[in-house]
């Protein structure tokens, strides 16, 4: 299989004042497509910035990093938001739904920045929407639905644009144990029926299991990787 992304030597240094703080210090990744893969460590072990360089939320300090085999270490925020919006899907810890939007709304709102004509997006929202069991919440708001209400929502609007990558950081850590497994499940059947490749971010063991590789990082390094 193909790599969808790739890290090599990537370095992420933050300066307070004059003083240097490295997050990522040169880590060495590779991500076949169809992967189910968790990046696993504590808090402030690097692996939240990790995920930002994956998902071209942010650039590295130095080293480079390619999606789909494109170069995208130095391009512009412009270039790399078009990237994130055709080839990646992303999932908070907070669900991130705007407040004032609808299930509705708030799924096709990704498919309005890729120029999606309104009737074709109403369309596919609704399919997506009914595929993580929603179909009778579409018109309802955040408040309206639970926790794991909202992170389906949020799942659904994550495959808005049909990406080849879904990024999950931390998605069941505002879910109790049961509603949290049903998410894990569903993120496992995107993979196996929908051939996504999957990236997990967590600090849970009990979540990270579910992936068919274990990434764990620690000050800023990957210390290891288990299957």
């Not at 999932?91 to 004509?117: C, Y």
Request: glycine share 8%.
């Amino acid at each position: 299989m193909k790599s969808v992304i790739k890290l090599v030597e990537v370095w992420k240094i933050y300066k307070i004042g004059k003083i240097e703080v490295p997050a990522v210090c040169g880590i060495n990744l590779e991500i076949k497509e169809k992967e189910f893969i968790s990046i696993m460590g504590p808090s402030g072990s690097g692996k939240s910035t990790t995920m930002n360089i994956i998902g071209c939320l942010d650039v590295p300090t130095r080293g480079r990093v390619y999606v789909e085999g494109k170069d995208v270490s130095k391009l512009p925020e412009s270039e790399l938001a078009t990237i994130r919006n055709a080839t990646i899907g992303f999932i908070f810890q907070q669900f991130n739904l705007i407040p004032n939007m609808n299930a509705l709304e708030n799924v096709t709102l990704p498919m309005v920045f890729r120029g999606i004509e309104g009737e074709k997006r109403k369309k596919i929202a609704i399919e997506l929407l009914s595929k993580v069991g929603l179909s009778r919440r579409i018109y309802h708001k955040p408040f309206e639905l639970s926790g794991g209400e909202q992170q389906r929502v949020a799942i659904a609007r994550a495959l808005a644009n049909n990406p080849k990558i879904i990024l999950a950081d931390e998605p069941t850590g505002n879910l109790d144990s049961k509603t949290g497994k049903d998410v894990i499940r569903l993120l496992i059947k995107l993979n196996k029926e929908e051939n996504k490749t999957i990236v997990v971010i967590t600090h849970d063991e009990n979540i990270a299991k579910y992936a068919k590789r274990i990434v764990y990082i620690k000050d800023g390094k990957i210390i290891k990787e288990k299957k």
